[in-house]
């Protein structure tokens, strides 16, 4: 299990600070983009997932944790980089509303957003294409935006609050710019490689010395993008050539500040595009420099006098995205398509960066007394956990570099520990339904159809032989009933449904009746789907997405809808509504207490913001999409266990999340325990601190976490003594004496 994320997670009201937060998904699969490696601290990493999360890891990339979740949940965060002085990031978000189009500077210390920088007046269509920063406050910024005039390249040297055009394609032969850059030794010093354009005329590298009045055009006709400068001698500098089939493929060098330029003599294979991504000079070591090319590493210890290159095949490695140079040794980490990977020798070899980060669409949890397995697909295969043992097994994965993975759907039997069922395949020659009685290991054919989409698999109660396979074919759902005794023989029988076709919401198989929802209502079969009674009509165009059983009152079901919860006591008599107006997507009834149920919301059309709720035996308490830190998922499912729920999220970037929190009725929603708050005193604190609260209760106890999870100091008193502490950040819990937790941040100086 993965350390919990403290800074995240100990800052939030109420059960949230006793609420256990992990990664769970193997991190043989890990996609992160733009990595970057701290300046100042030695092994630490930052790096940006898939989405709009920043993730950071202390050991040089052996184990992560969040560092920021950005709010807007399709928000992709780009251009990742760590700011001169080493004290603060520096990002774009792409995906987003013109208003969230903005550079943000997030401090590194203390985690949070110090100051972002709009677009240019009038640009707000625009998308960052790329910006260089100078300093470490930004407030010396040239950015490259792709406009709908084409593109355009705007200077500042006050944060942004004014910005001066300093180049216009439509001025210069509508010739794109593919990077920009300022001289490490000159802010006034600007660099423009010239990419294609719809004229005869591509390429070059402008060059001003007057931030940007007047340019000057070296290597003309030569189609540039990557640039980078020696970093203790800002006249040292490279350029790469771009995709281009009149431009040879080259590195040029200028000793000389731009002045003149030479092609370094370096024999490049052949392959499909032909282009150098990215140039990178080590930051302490300035003899040390890496070229990544479309499926070469390019490599040099001596300043350029001789150059080892290393060309590889396209499943080991091919385009690299994004490389940064380890500070502290000559070793880089290198961002592709497929995961990132390490090199310790300048390219010759590499090896895998894993990361728990990556894109799973499908969860399924099944529990079975003190045995709990966690089902989930990844890389075009699935996995399995065990959670008795700890120990994780992968099947039917495919290659790193395939380009499109499959995708499994996975239901697990609630009545067989250990079976579940299996449903993927393709178009063309249909899809499979497979059935596998040790958790995946094996697996059985049971079915082909041509629907694209598994709804459920529900099993008989009274012949776990006997099961239901609800189908979806683009809206129009079909219901077929499976004999399953003989796993060489089986049998099928289509299930005739009632109403108009239309795709099915869930089916409950009890005993003596089966209740389906299709469309908008719902019906029930006392002779196993040989006729059918329509139970409830929701209101027109409502959608269901899950319908279950409470296993501990059977007249009790409820569903998840497009319009909130809908929940009966009396066998569909009666309905209450609950969350109205919220597309709830999953819901579960706990088989511990009778009554309580989780729901869980995804990302949708009608929300960004993915969260649970929960129905405690009183009224609903919502974990909130901010709790849960912004995490964008189209999949979850629950377990529970005494008074607690473990919910697994399949993420867009963050694999599963296991999110195990205790039923309570200390919501964030409860304005009781928003009324609770803490403060520490004196803070920053060099020796003894004190822990008070603006609320009734007093403190009964405190511990202090460092960034990354560790508990370093606890006292069973508002008071704790921090003077053994290093100087830093750190989070104080306090528990008070009606059982309330929340926490605080405390510098210590």
Known sequence: MKKITILAMLLLAGYAGQAQYSY?????????????????????????????????????????????????????????????????????????????????????ADNEIISTFGLPEGEGDSYISGYNIYDSEATTILLNLSTSEGHKVYYTT???????????????????????????????????????????VDGGIFISTNAGET????????????????????????????????????????????????????????????????????????????????????????????????????????????????????EAIISTDSYPSRTVDGGATLTQVKAPFYNVSDVTASKFGAS??????????????????????????????TFSPREYRIVADPYTEGRVFLYTGSGMMGYNLYISNDHGATSTPILNDFAPYLTDVVVDPDNHNSIYVLLDNWGMGSLVKLNIADLDNVTSEPVITPGDDASFGGLIAYSNKLVLSKANKLYTSTDEGATWTELYALPENITVADLTANPLNNAAFALASSNGVYATADNGATFTLSHEGMDTRKIEFSDVTDGIMAVGVYNSVGTNDAHISYFNGSG???????????????????????????????????????????????????????????????????????????????IKSVEVYNITGQKVAQAAQPSVNVSHLSNGIYIVKAETVSGAVTSVKLVKE
């Open 215 to 330: 340019w000057t055009e070296k290597l003309p006709g030569i189609v540039l993008n990557p640039i980078d400068f020696k970093s203790n001698n800002p006249n040292d500098i490279m350029v790469g050539t771009d995709m281009f089939i009149d431009t040879p493929e080259n590195l040029y060098r200028s000793l000389d500040g731009g002045e003149t330029w030479n092609a370094i003599p370096i024999a490049w294979t052949d392959f499909v595009l032909d282009h150098i991504i990215m140039i990178k000079y080590h930051p302490q070591d300035p003899d040390v420099i890496f070229v990544l090319e479309e499926n070469e590493i390019v490599y040099t210890e001596d300043g350029g006098t001789t150059w080892q290159t290393t060309a590889y095949e396209e499943d080991e490695y091919y385009a690299g995205l994004w490389i940064t140079v380890n500070p502290f040794e000559k």
């Open 620 to 698: 609903w308490v919502t974990v909130s999409s901010q709790e849960m830190n912004y995490i964008q998922s189209y999949a979850m499912d629950f377990n529970f266990s005494g008074d607690n729920i473990n919910a697994y999220i399949g993420t867009v970037d963050m694999g599963v999340i296991r999110y195990s929190f205790a039923i309570s009725t200390a919501g964030i929603n409860d304005p009781v325990a928003q009324k609770t708050a803490v403060f520490a005193a004196p803070n920053p604190a060099s020796g003894i601190v004190t822990i008070h609260t603006t609320g009734n209760s007093a």
């Open 372 to 401: 709990e397995h966690l089902y989930y697909n990844a890389q075009g295969g699935y996995q399995h956990k065990n959670y008795a043992t700890g120990i994780s097994a992968s099947y039917e994965t495919q290659p790193i570099s």
């Open 158 to 200: 006050t944060s942004g609050e004014n910005w001066t055009l300093v180049y216009n394609a439509q001025n210069y032969n509508n010739v794109a710019i593919q990077s920009v850059a300022i001289s490490p030794g000159n802010p006034s010093k600007l660099f423009l490689t010239r990419g294609h354009s719809p004229s005869d």
């Open 24 to 108: 769970e998904a193997v991190d043989d699969y890990g996609k992160l983009s733009t990595i970057t490696y701290d300046l100042l601290v030695e092994n630490k990493i930052y790096a940006a997932t898939q989405t709009n999360h920043i993730v950071v890891s202390y050991d040089n990339g052996e184990t992560w944790d969040l560092q920021y979740a950005f709010p807007d949940t399709v928000g992709q965060i780009k251009n990742l980089i760590a700011l001169p002085g080493g004290e603060n990031l520096c990002f774009s978000v792409s995906n987003v509303a013109a208003a969230e189009n903005v550079i943000h500077i997030l401090n590194i």
